[in-house]
């Protein structure tokens, strides 16, 4: 049973639009949730986090969205530049441990 | 560099034998864990260290996988007689223990393939 779920494999974007990147969940119990984005041939890296007594976080170009009451997250890119491809995962965390459960995986690809 | 280093970045085995993986954490972090991910699939959990805890081995998906890490720090994730189905590639990740340090880093993964 998936408790982490990214429901789209892939997205494609114009360049300059906005990318919007959704995962649900279904552990009532995870607090504290991350976007990471992993390239070809590497590890994945984090982007930006959001904790569940908030909805919003802004970093840059990325902003995380939380709607606890439907268990969904999403990350919106805007501007979206063509760098910004690459695989993008959602994950989350329950009770102030460090253990991440990791969604599927959502292929980004903008075009220039 | 200080990040999260794994060796070997490729490795190529014929079914049954032995691999061993390598993982070298952060330096201070305590908390190591490994993941694997497959042909098109998401990141699958396989086994968590924290500091002298007994490891969560709760996502091993089989006796044949193991892992140890030494003096805290350096990792080793062990497959013996490799099937097919194992050809993956299995990342490494570290973090700290603080409250509220949830971020993990990774390695570059090594790519097993399984002929």
């Known amino acids: 049973d998936q408790q982490v779920k990214q429901n789209s494999p892939s997205l494609s974007v114009q360049e300059g639009r906005i990318s919007i990147l959704n995962c649900d969940y279904t552990n009532s119990m995870f607090d504290y949730f991350l976007w990471y984005k992993k390239y070809p041939a590497e590890g994945p890296t984090f982007l930006i986090s959001?904790?569940?007594?908030?909805d919003k976080n802004e970093d840059g170009r990325f902003t995380v969205f939380l709607n606890k009451s439907a268990k969904h997250l999403s990350l919106h890119i805007v501007p979206s530049q063509p760098g910004d491809s690459a695989v993008y995962f959602c994950a989350a965390s329950a009770g102030g441990g460090n253990m991440l459960t990791f969604g599927g995986g959502t292929r980004l690809m903008v075009k220039p | 560099g200080a990040g999260v280093s794994q060796s070997p970045s490729n490795k190529v085995t014929e079914k049954g034998k032995d691999v061993e993986l390598r993982c070298d954490p952060i330096s201070g972090h305590t908390a190591l864990y490994w993941y694997r991910q497959s042909l098109g699939q998401g990141l699958e959990f396989l086994i968590y260290?924290?500091?002298?805890?007994?490891?969560?081995k709760s996502g091993l998906p089989s006796d044949r996988f193991s892992a140890e890490r030494t003096g805290g720090s350096v990792s080793t994730l062990t497959i013996q007689r490799t099937q097919q189905e194992d050809s993956a590639v299995y990342l490494c990740?570290?973090?700290?223990?603080?409250?509220?340090?949830?971020?993990?880093?990774f390695g570059p993964g090594t790519r097993l393939t399984v002929t």
């Open positions: 959001i904790s569940s007594i908030k």
């Open positions: 260290f924290q500091g002298n805890s007994a490891p969560d």
């Open positions: 990740a570290s973090s700290s223990m603080g409250l509220g340090t949830y971020e993990q880093y």
